[in-house]
């Protein structure tokens, strides 16, 4: 209690103050930068945010979602091979900026904070430059480009992997985890909700599909394959498909009941009380999110990821036991394979939940936001000198 009220204490020195958080392009940057935010707003109620991100990205529809307001950036990345798009770069990449200057002029942030993406390299880049703090959040076990350019400019790198030192300055990194979103930290009690919501069976065992915000096609099409076999050995499926492959997936259920499929699960928090056994892919947030709920899951890493960074995060369970790995090549031979696998072998499933918790960290947006506002008392002090 003592320690809680020092806390209290100092923090209540720090008000109005303004946050920059920059991030997206897909859900697992966005959700990370949503969750602190939030963090920040429990320790700092009076605090203004602005968050910015690039534009036609989804995280200008999540972003204001979530009640906070953003503003793009006319950035991109560079495609790996020669196309028209990677003409336009550098000229995005000024745009992007001379942007970044002129909010930074006008919304005056006491911290900038990234989360990676496109967006965050402009706006940290500028930041770290005018002497602002500054601190990124990594989510991978191998850390993205944008987060290495930066790595020398910030003042922090909050990390949710070990072993982070062969990538950025020791001295910088604090280990936090990943943030998750909140709704999905207390799933007890949910269950026989997330049934009546999904419209499924209290009593059969179900199996939850989430390929990524964006989807993912090629577990899409070993679900779509297999749909008729996980339903007649009484299994459930809840499949989140994105949006390219949700009228394919709609289109092979036909009226079969004990499926819910959507593009989008807007109630993660319910899927997962829901859900006997997951296959995802492996984005830092979905394993930061599957480590919390303490699911057994399988993991289909994308390939199609700057330096198989997913298939690095699956490793980093699967060599501990905590999960499963599939490989995005061979999903659609052996995926329902592995599931059905799975579903039969109770003592597997036990093992993979006890291990799966071990690993996870459900305060990480908070130990962020808390080194976030020390980096701003130590900037304080040291202009007061």
């Not at 910030?154 to 604090?174: H, L, Q, T, W």
């Not at 499963?324 to 061979?330: E, G, K, Q, S, Y």
Request: charged share 20%.
């Amino acid at each position: 209690m003592v320690l809680l009220k020092n806390q209290n204490r100092k923090e209540a020195k720090l008000s109005h103050l303004k946050f920059i958080i920059s991030g997206g392009g897909t859900g697992g940057h966005i959700f990370p930068a949503i969750a602190i935010a939030n963090a920040l707003k429990l320790r700092v109620p009076d605090a203004e945010f602005l968050f910015v991100g690039a534009e036609g990205r989804m995280e200008m529809e999540k972003v204001p979602a979530a009640g906070y307001k953003i503003v793009g950036l006319w950035i991109s990345g560079l495609q790996r091979k020669l196309t028209l798009s990677n003409l336009s770069f550098p000229f995005k990449v000024i745009s992007s900026l001379m942007k970044a200057k002129k909010i930074l002029r006008e919304f005056k942030p006491d911290a900038v904070i990234g989360t990676g993406g496109y967006a965050s390299g402009p706006m940290l880049r500028v930041a770290s430059k005018a002497g602002i703090t500054t601190l990124v959040q990594e989510q991978n076990s191998y850390p993205g480009i944008t987060n290495k350019i930066l790595s020398s400019r910030v003042n922090k790198i909050c990390v949710a992997y070990r072993g982070m030192e062969k990538y950025f300055s020791a001295d910088k990194i604090v280990f936090t985890g990943n943030p998750v979103r909140q709704d999905i930290t207390g799933l007890q009690g949910k269950r026989a909700r997330a049934m009546e919501f999904f419209n499924l069976s209290p009593d059969k065992k179900t199996l939850l599909v989430i390929g990524g915000s964006l989807g993912a096609r090629t577990i899409n099409l070993a679900i779509a394959a297999g749909i008729n076999e996980l339903t007649n050995q009484g299994y459930q499926v809840i499949w989140q498909t994105g949006k390219t492959f949700l009228t394919e997936a709609r289109n092979c259920i036909t009226d079969r009941k004990g499926i819910f499929v959507n593009d989008f699960i807007s109630k993660m928090d319910l899927a997962y009380a829901a859900a006997d056994l997951v296959v995802s892919r492996a984005g830092a947030s979905s394993v930061s999110e599957l480590c919390l709920i303490g699911k057994p899951c399988i993991l289909v890493p994308s390939p199609n990821v700057a330096e198989d960074h997913q298939t690095k995060n699956a490793m980093a369970l699967v060599n501990d036991g905590a999960a499963l790995l599939v490989r995005d090549i061979d999903a659609q031979q052996d995926l329902i394979k592995k599931v059905l696998e799975v579903f039969s072998n109770q003592e597997l499933c036990g093992e993979l939940e006890v291990k799966i918790k071990q690993l996870g960290t459900p305060n990480a947006a908070d130990l962020i936001a808390g080194e976030i506002l020390q980096l701003i008392r130590d900037n304080k002090k040291r202009n007061a000198r």
